[in-house]
């Protein structure tokens, strides 16, 4: 079944850093886009980046830009974010997300949903 399960959340001060971990199982990643949403109580989900599936090419959030990476490892079925710089406004729950599709930029919806990883960042 087709499965994505993030890991890495937990409580950092600001300024600090965290690097989250996306596993996927039960479907190639090859063909794959793969996005980071980021969601807080009584906000909307926020899509903060992806990585293309044809060439890797990568996409950020201006709220992230200049802080945040995404990477793949297709071989492994392992995507990364690694977050510097936080701020307390980054405090959410992080999903990643997959869907099908065959192109150098991203989609705009995504078919397949991680459970989410919690990250707090407080002093």
């Known amino acids: 079944q087709v499965r994505l399960v993030e890991s890495g959340g937990g409580l950092v001060q600001p300024g600090g850093s965290l690097r989250l971990s996306c596993a996927a199982s039960g479907f190639n990643l090859d063909y794959y886009a793969i996005g980071w949403f980021r969601q807080a109580p009584g906000k909307e989900r926020e899509g903060i980046s992806c990585i293309s599936s044809s060439d890797g090419s990568t996409y950020y959030a201006d709220s992230v830009k200049g802080r945040f990476t995404i990477s793949r490892d297709n071989a492994k079925k392992m995507v990364y974010l690694q977050m510097n710089s936080l701020k307390p406004e980054d405090t959410a729950i992080y999903y990643c997300?997959?869907?099908?599709?065959?192109?150098?930029?991203?989609?705009?919806?995504?078919?397949?949903w991680g459970q989410g990883t919690q990250v707090t960042v407080s002093s």
């Open positions: 997300a997959a869907r099908h599709y065959r192109s150098s930029a991203c989609p705009s919806r995504y078919d397949y």
